[in-house]
């Protein structure tokens, strides 16, 4: 028998319908829940069923939202302003509406509600957890905790794994020590934060700058937040293995005790 069952539901947000599913280990009693906050692009929820197999398997609801205007939920995918302000800040009252499904559900202890979010969502979940008293604490893969300008400017001169990057890391690291915050910064949010938060990182990342976004954790930790990360050594964006020849893309190993192990403590604790 499968260790969970699989629901597909759907609820109200802030001016939109959300439909997601909704991942339940069986068994009676209330668990720990965490809503998955995806990245950028246009994915259907199924996307991030590897983690929310694992996550459900550790005794954890998780709710997977279809994005905004995409698969079953209503409103429009922006794609010209993806990362600017105000869509970012849209996008987290979807957030703030998953949150506060899972934290009515009569199997959902109330307490116990997190996010569980991926790149983009380094951005957009602070900004939901500073709106939303019910997320509890946080958990992120591979998610900036820098501004946009710098991610952007990493990307570009890594190649944000297409493969066209203009320096070597060693360089881009030297640049983007020149470089000054602007445009959305999580660190800001971040800064009002005081609930419990982990990122997992990957060394090879091409897409958000594991140095820059780990010496603002550590300045955070620094100021008492309990905010704590893991870097994973040769693994890229969303922690996929580098250098492996294969055509698909595979999650490395080592990275899962880290993050479940994290997750199982916050849902018992």
Same mark, same amino acid.
């Given at each position: 028998?499968?260790?969970?069952?699989?629901?597909?539901?759907?609820?109200?947000?802030?001016?939109?319908?959300?439909?997601?599913?909704?991942?339940?280990?069986?068994?009676?009693?209330? +668990?720990?829940?965490?809503?998955?906050?995806?990245?950028?692009?246009?994915?259907?929820?199924?996307?991030?069923?590897?983690?929310?197999?694992?996550?459900?398997?550790?005794?954890?609801?998780?709710?997977?939202?279809?994005?905004?205007?995409?698969?079953?939920?209503?409103?429009?995918?922006?794609?010209?302003?993806?990362?600017?302000?105000?869509?970012?800040?849209?996008?987290?009252?979807?957030?703030?509406? %998953?949150?506060?499904?899972?934290?009515?559900?009569?199997?959902?202890?109330?307490?116990?509600?997190?996010?569980?979010?991926?790149?983009?969502?380094?951005?957009?979940?602070?900004?939901?957890?500073?709106?939303?008293?019910?997320? %509890?604490?946080?958990?992120?893969?591979?998610?900036?905790?820098?501004?946009?300008?710098?991610?952007?400017?990493?990307?570009?001169?890594?190649?944000?794994?297409?493969?066209?990057?203009?320096?070597?890391?060693?360089?881009?690291?030297?640049?983007?020590?020149?470089?000054?915050?602007?445009?959305?910064?999580?660190?800001?949010?971040?800064?009002?934060?005081?609930?419990?938060?982990?990122?997992?990182?990957?060394?090879?990342?091409?897409?958000?700058?594991?140095?820059?976004?780990?010496?603002?954790?550590?300045?955070?930790?620094?100021?008492? +937040?309990?905010?704590?990360?893991?870097?994973?050594?040769?693994?890229? +964006?969303?922690?996929?293995?580098?250098?492996?020849?294969?055509?698909?893309? =595979?999650?490395?190993?080592? =990275?899962?005790?880290?993050?479940?192990?994290?997750?199982?403590?916050?849902?018992?604790?």
């Amino acid at each position: 028998m499968r260790a969970y069952r699989v629901e597909r539901v759907s609820f109200g947000g802030a001016d939109i319908e959300i439909a997601a599913w909704v991942y339940v280990p069986r068994g009676v009693g209330s +668990h720990a829940a965490v809503v998955v906050v995806p990245g950028s692009a246009p994915l259907k929820a199924g996307f991030y069923d590897v983690w929310a197999d694992r996550i459900a398997r550790r005794g954890l609801i998780v709710v997977v939202p279809d994005k905004r205007g995409i698969g079953g939920t209503g409103g429009l995918f922006e794609r010209d302003n993806n990362g600017s302000l105000k869509n970012l800040t849209l996008l987290a009252t979807d957030v703030v509406a %998953a949150v506060r499904y899972a934290a009515r559900r009569t199997d959902v202890h109330q307490a116990r509600v997190g996010i569980v979010g991926f790149s983009q969502a380094g951005w957009v979940g602070p900004i939901a957890a500073v709106q939303a008293p019910e997320i %509890a604490f946080m958990a992120y893969v591979t998610a900036p905790t820098v501004s946009g300008r710098e991610e952007h400017i990493w990307s570009d001169l890594r190649g944000d794994d297409r493969g066209n990057g203009t320096a070597t890391r060693a360089q881009a690291e030297q640049v983007l020590d020149t470089v000054r915050a602007g445009g959305v910064d999580a660190r800001s949010r971040l800064a009002q934060l005081g609930i419990p938060g982990f990122w997992q990182f990957g060394s090879e990342d091409n897409s958000i700058p594991t140095r820059r976004s780990v010496m603002v954790l550590d300045s955070l930790q620094q100021q008492g +937040h309990p905010f704590e990360y893991d870097i994973v050594p040769g693994a890229g +964006h969303l922690i996929v293995s580098r250098g492996r020849r294969t055509l698909i893309p =595979s999650i490395v190993p080592e =990275s899962w005790a880290p993050l479940l192990t994290w997750l199982s403590a916050r849902a018992t604790s």
